[in-house]
């Protein structure tokens, strides 16, 4: 009924740029936050930004200054423009959703299928 579809991942040199976006489509009535999580080999997966429909950010302590989260409430569409990008930022990285429909009112979080990042040093 719901589903978020990403795009943007690739290869790319340290010190280089990417921008993630993400749409969600379906049977949606409003949607509260969006964001990203990344799940780096080997390691948990991590919260790296998320908004809220009022415009609160929070990002991880590892990303602040050089990731922006954004989004466009009209296209249901949350973006991830990421600077200065590390070896250490390559993961797959999964765009949420938490998103209220007729169905589940009181809202469900949705993700994406995940879109690779790899920064090569």
């Known amino acids: 009924q719901v589903q978020l579809v990403e795009s943007g991942g690739d290869l790319v040199q340290a010190g280089g740029s990417l921008r993630l976006s993400c749409t969600a489509s379906?049977?949606?009535?409003?949607?509260?936050?969006m964001g990203w999580y990344r799940r780096a080999p080997g390691k948990q997966r991590e919260l790296v930004a998320a908004i809220t429909s009022g415009g609160r950010i929070n990002y991880v302590g590892a990303v602040k200054g050089r990731f922006t989260v954004s989004r466009d409430n009209a296209k249901n569409t949350v973006y991830l423009q990421m600077n200065s990008l590390k070896p250490e930022d390559t993961a797959v990285y999964y765009c949420f959703a938490h998103v209220a429909t007729e169905i589940t009112a009181w809202g469900v979080d949705y993700w994406g299928q995940g879109t690779q990042v790899t920064v090569s040093s």
């Open positions: 379906g049977s949606i009535l409003s949607i509260n936050t």
